[in-house]
């Protein structure tokens, strides 16, 4: 393999496409901890924040993937992954883990101080999370907490603290992502019924699995208009949670109607406008409205 075929394979290993639905919402996060504490926007900020996300993430899937190698090989879904072709080896995502964790560490400690205190706390869920399929049925919101681990560590690189709506953004993240994830995991119930792995899917059966993530969809609705009514956002934000309810609604049909065949990287991608949506019509509400 040439040097760009190999960085196109590490790519793919860690669906770097992926990254959209963790930046927006640190953006996102970024904007409304200025609007609070009365803040003009840092650009350097930004800038490491941008870096420590994408480090991280990269690392986590690399090692997600690594991890759950053994079950990947015997998953017919996943023949063309770059792990399970043989294209990423060990070594390379141990290399490419090395090189993660020393962006990482870089780039955090060029942020608010208290943030290279918290990033062990930041990066558990990252660390964990491979294995909570083999423990529990709620491996998919640790999932969600995972990705939002995005935005609560973009809101503390800006004001140095925990606050009560940061907590709030970090939930609807969880919820969205965890309700996404329990979707996908619903395609998989036989397989790891017979691998001995947890899922809602395996907990409650694929059609409950369904009906339980449309649920934490709507409360996720929910906990995204409390949040604009917290920041006391304007009719633009509220057009932004309208196109991802719409997003999500259309997710949910199409897997009632045409079943998990459905779920292709495109309806991946789509679940990107979510985050994509809320954050440009909260950038535009703000800078409409102040």
Known sequence: MTFWQKIDAHLSNIAFYQIVFSLPFAYMAVLLANKMHGLTTDWWTVLWVTTTIVAARSAALALDNMIDLKYDKDQPRFNERPMVAGLITHRDVYLLLAICFAVLIFSVLQLNPICIKLLPVAALPFIVYPYMKRLTCLCHYICGVAVAMAPAGAWVAVTGEVEYPMVVLFLAVVLWIGGFDVVYGAQ???????HGLHSMATLLGAKKALLLAKLTHVVTLAV????????????????????????????????????FRAFTRRYYVHNGIVSVAIFICTLLDVLLHG
């Open 224 to 259: 995204f208009f409390y949040l604009g009514q917290l920041f006391g956002l304007g009719y633009l934000y509220y057009i932004g949670v309208g196109i991802a309810g719409g997003t999500l609604y259309y997710q949910h049909k199409i897997i009632d109607v045409r079943g």
């Open 188 to 194: 998989d119930e036989e397989f790891d019924k017979e």
